[in-house]
C-alpha cells in the first residue's frame, strides 16, 4: 500500500510538472520574434495561411506551440484581417487574442505631391488599405457619394487636404472618405468659415484658390501675396488669368509655356475666358496654403510673372505696364538659354 501511495505520489508529481512545463511552452513562455515585426493579414485567413505568414515573416519562434495554443483557444474562424504589429516577448495567449480581438496597429496615409486625378488618389489610397485601387476609384467617383457629402465632380477634390491621418489596412474605402469628409468638416472651424465669408467665398472656392496658387509658386513666402493677387483681381470683376489653369483644362501639366492657342480651350477652368474662381481645385492642397489665402497680403498688385533671376521667385506689378516690362525682362532671360 505503501509502494502504491508512493508511486501514485510519483506519477502525480511528474504529471504534474510534465503539465506544468507544457503550460509554460505553450501559454507563459514568450513566443513572439525578439524584433518588432509587421504581418498582413486577410479576410478569411485559415489557421494554416495565418501559421504560414507568421512563419514567413519570422514573427514568431515555434510555430508548433502557436498551433497548440491556437487549438486550445479555438482560434480558427475567429481570425480577424488586419495589419498587425508583432511586438517582442508575447506570449502564445497574447497572440491568440490579437487576431480573435483583431487588435490591428494603425499607420499613416501620407497625401502627399500634385495629387491631380481620382486615378492619383486612388493609387495612394490603395497602398495603405486592403482594398485595391479599382475600388478605391469606384468609391472617389460614386456621384451618390459625392452628392451626399455636399459636394459635385469639380468640387469634391476640396474635401482631401494634403496631411497625413492614421488610418486601418482594413479601412474601408467608403468608409474612408466619411472619415476624410470629417477631417475636412474640423479643418474648416468656425474662425476659418469667417474668413472666408469675409471675402464672399465658399470654403471650396478658397481652396480652388489655394490651389491655384500652390501651383504658381513653390516658395511658401510668396503664398500670401500671390493670393493677394487673385483677391483683387476677384474684387475689381477681373478674371484671374492663371496659367495653371489652362494646362489643367488641357490636362497637360508639363506644358512650359502657355501660348494663345492654348487660352482658346473651352473649359470652365480656362480662367482666362471665364470670370470668377473655377468650379473646383485643379490639385489637393494643403492646409498652409488654404490658410495663406484666408490670410492672404494686403497690397495694390494686379499682375505678377516669373523673375528674371529664374530663381523660382516673382516679380509684381499694380499696372500692366510695369507687368509687360516685367514679363519681357523674364522672356529675355529664357531665351539666353536656348
Keep these: 500500500m505503501k509502494k502504491l501511495l508512493t508511486t501514485t505520489l510519483f506519477t502525480f508529481i511528474l504529471v504534474s510538472i510534465v503539465m506544468g512545463l507544457f503550460c509554460w511552452f505553450v501559454i507563459i513562455k514568450a513566443n513572439s520574434s525578439k524584433s518588432e515585426t509587421i504581418v498582413y493579414i486577410h479576410e478569411n485567413t485559415s489557421l494554416d495561411t495565418l501559421l504560414s505568414t507568421l512563419k514567413t515573416n519570422s514573427a514568431i519562434q515555434n510555430s508548433y506551440s502557436f498551433k497548440v495554443a491556437s487549438q486550445i483557444w479555438k482560434l480558427e474562424g475567429k481570425i480577424k484581417p488586419g495589419r498587425y504589429k508583432i511586438e517582442p516577448n508575447k506570449n502564445n495567449k497574447q497572440l491568440v487574442r490579437q487576431f480573435v480581438?483583431?487588435?490591428?496597429?494603425?499607420?499613416?496615409?501620407?497625401?502627399?505631391?500634385?495629387?491631380?486625378?481620382?486615378?492619383?488618389?486612388?493609387?495612394?489610397?490603395?497602398?495603405?488599405?486592403?482594398?485595391?485601387?479599382?475600388d478605391v476609384y469606384k468609391a472617389l467617383t460614386d456621384s451618390a457619394l459625392i452628392d451626399s457629402l455636399g459636394f459635385n465632380r469639380y468640387s469634391f477634390p476640396a474635401m482631401f487636404i494634403l496631411n497625413t491621418y492614421q488610418i486601418y489596412w482594413t479601412t474601408k474605402p467608403k468608409d474612408l472618405i466619411i472619415r476624410l469628409n470629417k477631417e475636412y468638416h474640423n479643418f474648416w472651424n468656425q474662425e476659418r468659415k469667417a474668413?472666408?465669408?469675409?471675402?464672399?467665398?465658399?470654403?471650396?472656392?478658397?481652396?480652388?484658390?489655394?490651389?491655384?496658387?500652390?501651383?504658381?509658386?513653390?516658395?511658401?513666402?510668396?503664398?500670401?501675396?500671390?493670393?493677394?493677387?487673385?483677391?483683387?483681381r476677384l474684387k475689381r470683376g477681373m478674371p484671374l488669368q492663371a496659367d495653371p489653369t489652362i494646362k489643367f483644362a488641357l490636362n497637360d501639366?508639363?506644358?512650359?509655356?502657355?501660348?494663345?492657342?492654348?487660352?482658346?480651350?473651352?473649359?470652365?477652368?480656362?480662367?482666362?475666358?471665364?470670370?470668377?474662381?473655377?468650379?473646383?481645385?485643379?490639385?489637393?492642397?494643403?492646409?498652409?496654403?488654404?490658410?495663406?489665402?484666408?490670410?492672404?497680403q494686403r497690397h495694390s498688385y494686379l499682375y505678377f510673372c516669373a523673375d528674371s533671376s529664374l530663381d523660382g521667385s516673382h516679380n509684381f506689378a499694380i499696372t500692366l505696364a510695369q507687368h509687360n516690362r516685367n514679363a519681357r525682362a523674364y522672356q529675355a532671360a529664357i531665351s539666353k538659354l536656348k
Design 101 to 134: 480581438l483583431g487588435l490591428q496597429e494603425p499607420h499613416n496615409l501620407v497625401l502627399a505631391g500634385n495629387i491631380r486625378t481620382p486615378e492619383k488618389l486612388s493609387s495612394i489610397i490603395s497602398e495603405k488599405i486592403s482594398s485595391d485601387s479599382l
Design 253 to 296: 501639366p508639363s506644358i512650359k509655356r502657355i501660348l494663345y492657342k492654348h487660352l482658346k480651350i473651352e473649359s470652365p477652368y480656362n480662367t482666362y475666358k471665364k470670370a470668377g474662381v473655377p468650379p473646383g481645385p485643379i490639385v489637393l492642397t494643403n492646409e498652409f496654403v488654404i490658410d495663406a489665402v484666408l490670410n492672404y
Design 195 to 232: 474668413k472666408a465669408q469675409a471675402l464672399n467665398l465658399t470654403p471650396i472656392q478658397v481652396t480652388t484658390l489655394a490651389s491655384i496658387v500652390a501651383q504658381e509658386s513653390n516658395l511658401k513666402s510668396e503664398h500670401k501675396k500671390i493670393a493677394g493677387v487673385y483677391i483683387n
